[in-house]
């Protein structure tokens, strides 16, 4: 049997925002610190370490998971998706961050990151949901500041302005 050691180290490759990624990290490396430390995506936040309060959000291979409770060397061959990779370029908002600009939908914006990830997420597989639907999925979500009231308006006119975007067939 082979011997583990302390100082071992796994090398990732992965797709993470579209961009092949080949990088090294420890056995035990968390993903939120393997984006954040290893690749400088500083967009996901590690709030609760613990999976409760949602700001550490990312999609991987199309699902949604916790970063804080995914091993880095877990990723090995993913596609991954952070908060970084949802503007369409460096110098234009999504249709969903525009819409938490227009509705000033964070303050602090710790938690941020993560609902726009898990939103983005929803609205793709859910065009038309309900205030009570948004409130009900943002259930994983921990946000201090807002009392959600902004976030659920946000969610509601991009699902809108989604709709509208798409060519009717």
């Known amino acids: 049997m082979p011997r ?3 100082d071992a180290r796994h090398r990732i490759r992965a797709r993470i925002n579209g961009r092949a990624i080949e990088a090294e990290a420890e056995p035990r490396m968390l993903l939120t610190d393997f984006l954040r430390h290893v690749l400088g995506l500083t967009g996901t936040h590690i709030g609760c370490e613990h999976g ?4 550490c959000t990312v ?9 804080c409770l995914t091993l880095a060397p877990q990723i090995e ?5 952070t908060v970084e990779g949802l503007a369409p370029s460096p110098d234009r908002l999504s249709v969903l961050q525009e819409a938490f600009r227009r509705h000033h939908a964070l303050q602090c ?12 997420h929803y609205l793709a597989r859910t065009p038309d949901p309900s205030e009570s639907e948004i409130r009900e999925f943002l259930g994983g979500h ?6 959600y ?3 659920v308006a946000a969610a509601l ?3 809108k302005k989604l709709r509208e975007a798409k060519p009717h067939a």
């Open 4 to 6: 583990l050691s302390a």
């Open 52 to 55: 409760v309060c949602g700001a």
């Open 59 to 67: 999609e991987i291979d199309g699902r949604l998971a916790r970063a």
């Open 77 to 81: 061959g993913s596609e991954i998706r």
């Open 109 to 120: 914006g710790f938690c941020t990151a993560g609902i726009l990830v898990s939103l983005d």
């Open 142 to 147: 921990l946000c201090r500041c807002t009392g």
């Open 149 to 151: 009231v902004p976030i």
């Open 157 to 159: 006119n991009a699902a």
